[in-house]
T-cell receptor
Framework: GAVVSQHPSRVICKSGTSVKIECRSL??????MFWYRQFPKQSLMLMAT?????????EQGVEKDKFLINHASLTLSTLTVTSAHPEDSSFYIC????????????FGQGTRLTVV | AQSVTQLDSQVPVFEEAPVELRCNYS??????LFWYVQYPNQGLQLLLK??????LVKGINGFEAEFNKSQTSFHLRKPSVHISDTAEYFC?????????FGAGTRLTVKP
């Protein structure tokens, strides 16, 4: 299957700083990228859906100004957690699809964010 | 919008026993269905998917699932599990422009 690379795999940051997570589709053009958040022993919660060149669509309850998503090209999407707080500590996973969500989505390896 | 319900949060089984992980979905549009496996601190790996055609879908690692439209189910099965199958399993449904996941089922295979 196609490869999605997510970087970094782990990051520790101080409270109040910002962290950027990258998601790249290595061998296909990702029309749509999804960002998920996963709490320990829980499922993936969809945070936002982004289509290349458009503004991301955020799920209800997700703060747009806190979780900035940029999908500037067909192979790269970034999630920036701004002014991070300890409660933002979580596992963040991206996925990329070459179709509009209906085709298979390929997942990155996830990023473990710890805010201290 | 679509939703997914995984009926069992934990399924313990002995090695070489058969297993079924249950998944029901709801949607107002036609959907695609998926099963993913997740190992600790890793992303998701696709086990199998139903897009169209035969309702019995075979995937990797000996897993298979059957799409039942009338019962809106997509249960995952394996006739004989291994210790290495211990992991978290997620059922997912894809609609017009998103993918939703069930709460997950923790499969624990005991020797």
């Amino acid at each position: 299957g196609a490869v999605v690379s997510q970087h970094p795999s782990r990051v520790i940051c101080k409270s109040g700083t910002s962290v950027k997570i990258e998601c790249r589709s290595l061998d296909f053009q990702a029309t749509t990228m999804f960002w998920y958040r996963q709490f320990p022993k829980q499922s993936l919660m969809l945070m936002a859906t982004s289509n290349e060149g458009s503004k991301a669509t955020y799920e209800q309850g997700v703060e747009k100004d806190k979780f900035l998503i940029n999908h500037a090209s067909l192979t790269l999407s970034t999630l920036t957690v701004t002014s991070a707080h300890p409660e933002d500590s979580s596992f963040y996973i991206c996925s990329a699809s070459s179709g509009f969500g209906r085709t298979e989505a390929f997942f990155g390896q996830g990023t473990r964010l710890t805010v201290v | 919008a679509q939703s997914v319900t995984q009926l069992d949060s934990q399924v313990p089984v002995f090695e070489e026993a058969p297993v079924e992980l249950r998944c029901n979905y709801s949607s107002s549009v036609s959907v695609y269905l998926f099963w993913y496996v997740q190992y600790p601190n890793q992303g998701l790996q696709l086990l199998l998917k139903y897009l169209s055609g035969s309702t019995l879908v075979k995937g990797i690692n000996g897993f298979e699932a059957e799409f039942n439209k009338s019962q809106t189910s997509f249960h995952l099965r394996k006739p004989s599990v291994h210790i290495s199958d211990t992991a978290e399993y997620f059922c997912a449904v894809s609609g017009r422009n998103d993918m939703r996941f069930g709460a997950g089922t923790r499969l624990t295979v005991k020797p």
